[in-house]
């Protein structure tokens, strides 16, 4: 129960992808002008986090690691990666055009975010500062992608809000766009390092 | 020889692929906290950038319209697990350092983005240049913002420990935030007044040619007319 929660508020809070491990930046800075694409995206790239994880954990450590290619890891993994994303734009336009309408145009982009490849290369390393000695398992694994999934759609939302306030003042010429949003991410940045007292 | 300049050009300055088009902003992020960790990243995307660019113009001809982009992924995700091997084995301290971004070059945009942009309709040669000077802008921008990451954050170079305090803020994600967005904000100033300067020298130029036309024109009518 202990490295549930562990895993929890490390995944949310200290090390989230964003304001830590920097990754996942472009749809952050791409795709937060409104809170309700925001949305959208935070939750394709939750799922997409959670499936990758659930796929590539499993195929690396019980096919890749014994059959001795683990050297492919990444070939691999974009590849499932690619093809998983595609079949999941499939099956959503199939099942729930209403839901493809409001997330399918965030799916192709997703398949070149690297917090999908990173979350996936993270869980096959070294992970032993959250899960103390015990040894790794799928169920951690996809818990802690899960987590992830939601630790960066917190801080998609903050952004969009931030930014939709940031529409109404008149910001100078340069600072206009990219560098403004960056200033903004700092601070949201530096409101999440407060969280690292707790570990 | 005129062409391979404003390559170069483009790629350094006026199409920079960190300062103006924003892309690969994950590694910068994470990496420039410590200016040697940012010129080695640079390195590997150099040597990725270019020779992705090569492959990917010289199959260029080959690689079905349809598929491209997979075959695209295909050549850059091979090219870094080759890298990957090599720096494990012979610069493991440049392995360490760089951890989980080496692997995440495969979705760094810009490498897919000179491919699809530029390298999959120019030839061996202009794609290589591309490549190269692409790969250029990137670590310069990278080091620049390394050096005042840490110089601000750490009071040290490339290592060396030159100050005894530092801002420790700085050194961290909410400091690389901070110094990627001002030093964009000082990149597009700079090139757009560059720009504008030389707008203004072309148009005066175009001017003069027209004023010289012009009077040479009044000058063959004043002799038909004599």
């Known amino acids: ?199 | 020889m005129n062409k391979y300049k404003k390559i170069t050009l483009d790629g350094i300055f006026f199409n920079n692929p960190t300062f103006i088009l924003v892309l690969g902003t994950c590694p910068t992020l994470g990496l420039i906290s410590s200016a040697l960790s940012a010129l080695e990243m640079g390195l590997a995307v150099i040597v990725i950038l270019t020779l992705s660019n090569v492959i990917i113009s010289a199959l260029r001809n080959l690689i079905p319209n349809e598929v491209r982009i997979p075959c695209y992924i295909v050549v850059i995700a091979t090219l870094v697990t080759l890298i990957r091997m090599v720096l494990d084995k012979f610069l493991p301290d440049v392995y360490e350092a760089l951890g989980g971004f080496l692997a995440l070059i495969v979705v760094n945009c810009i490498i897919l983005g000179r491919a699809e942009a530029f390298a999959n309709k120019h030839t061996v040669a202009e794609s290589a240049v591309d490549g190269l000077s692409n790969g250029v802008g990137f670590t310069m921008a990278l080091t620049a913002m390394g050096i005042i990451c840490e110089f601000l954050g750490k009071g040290s170079l490339f290592g060396f420990e030159i100050m005894p305090f530092s801002i420790g803020m700085l050194s961290t994600p909410a400091g690389a935030f901070i110094v990627f967005g001002l030093s964009i904000c000082a990149f597009t100033a700079i090139i757009d007044k560059f720009q504008r300067g030389a707008r203004v020298k072309a148009n005066r130029l175009a001017r003069e040619n027209l004023m010289g036309v012009n009077a040479a024109g009044e000058q063959t009518v004043e002799e038909v007319k004599a």
């Open chain 1, 1 to 199: 129960m202990a490295t549930v929660i562990a895993i929890i508020l490390s995944a949310v809070l200290t090390n989230n992808f964003i304001t830590k491990q920097t990754l996942g930046i472009c749809p952050f800075l791409g795709v937060s002008k409104k809170t309700s694409s925001a949305v959208g995206m935070g939750v394709a790239v939750t799922i997409v986090m959670t499936l990758a994880t659930a796929v590539t954990y499993p195929i690396y450590e019980y096919v890749m690691v014994p059959l001795n290619f683990a050297f492919l890891e990444i070939i691999v993994f974009i590849f499932i990666i690619a093809s998983l994303v595609q079949m999941l734009e499939m099956i959503i336009r199939k099942v729930s055009p209403a839901l493809y309408n409001a997330m399918g145009v965030y799916l192709p982009l997703i398949t070149t975010n690297c917090a999908v490849l990173g979350v996936c290369e993270l869980v096959i390393g070294d992970m032993s500062d959250l899960i103390g000695g015990a040894a790794m398992n799928f169920g951690w694994a996809v818990l802690y992608a899960f987590f992830a999934g939601l630790g960066f759609t917190l801080i998609m939302i903050i952004m969009s809000g931030m930014r939709e306030k940031l529409n109404n003042i008149k910001v100078a010429k340069y600072l206009n766009g990219f560098p403004i949003s960056m200033v903004t991410a700092s601070f949201i940045c530096m409101a999440f390092m407060v969280f690292t007292y707790i570990a």
